[in-house]
């Protein structure tokens, strides 16, 4: 799954833990409904938030939790549950080498994206789940 969308779908599923409340709303079945995603996606997702201590949950059991208050995680911590190395922007590594472009454009474009990325995570800190919850709030109050 790539990575921007790993990352939508846990945002995703910590915002639904922390405004759903009905424990039969709260399997995997339930939560990939709403991300129209299988369960066993849903479950691997989790296990990587829990992996970083963002919730707890039992296996068999549908009781997750977020481990903290709303506004003590940011949807860094978040990007940082993600497996992998976390690059929003990734160089292709496979270029010709024998050509002016294709032997110095990854070092350029990489030097660049590292800036971006250091950029993204810096404004991905200053954003809390409590102000996400609190935007699908204010959008879900205007809806009809």
């Known amino acids: 799954m790539k990575q921007s969308v790993l990352l939508s779908d846990s945002v995703h599923i910590m915002v639904y833990l922390a405004t759903v409340t009905e424990p039969h709303l709260l399997k995997s079945d ?9 369960p066993s996606n849903v479950r691997k997702i989790m296990g990587q938030l829990k992996k970083a201590g963002l919730i707890t949950s039992q296996q068999g059991k549908a009781s997750p939790q977020i481990t903290k208050p709303l506004t003590d995680i940011s949807l860094l911590d978040i990007f940082k549950s993600l497996p992998g190395e976390n690059e929003l ?8 080498l024998e050509c002016k472009v294709g032997a110095n454009i990854q070092a350029i474009l990489q030097e660049r ?26 959008q879900t109050a205007t809806c009809p």
Do not use: G
């Open 113 to 138: 994206y590292q800036e971006i990325q250091k950029i993204a995570e810096e404004e991905m800190a200053k954003t809390s789940l409590a102000e996400l919850v609190s935007d699908l709030t204010a």
């Open 89 to 96: 922007l990734s160089v292709d590594k496979k270029t010709n």
């Open 30 to 38: 339930a939560i990939a409904d709403s991300i129209l995603t299988n």
